[in-house]
């Protein structure tokens, strides 16, 4: 199975965020629905969901451990292709 990897984030505001992954795909995602209970309600709050990092494996990551596989992200979760 292919890994794809994110290569650019960029915050749109609420918990929407526009990635691009390593193969040129560009998506804007909203988190929304995945945030809130447990590890993920640290995410609530924006300034921390602002945190949001590029992990070693191409994936989303937080400071407290929550991350989403690029992979998911990819063919996924509730998000709109970009015409390039």
């Known amino acids: 199975m292919y890994m794809h990897h994110i290569i650019a984030i960029n915050l749109l505001g609420g ?3 526009e990635v691009e992954f390593s193969d040129g ?3 804007v995602i909203d988190l929304t629905p995945y945030i809130g209970e447990g590890i993920s309600a640290a995410l609530l709050d924006e ?3 602002r945190q949001v990092a590029i992990e070693s494996g191409g994936g989303l990551a937080w400071p407290n451990g929550y991350d989403f596989c690029p ?3 990819y063919s996924d979760v509730g998000s709109l292709a970009l015409a390039v």
């Open 25 to 27: 795909l560009r998506k």
């Open 71 to 73: 992979n998911f992200l």
């Open 47 to 49: 300034a921390y969901f």
């Open 15 to 17: 918990y929407s965020l």
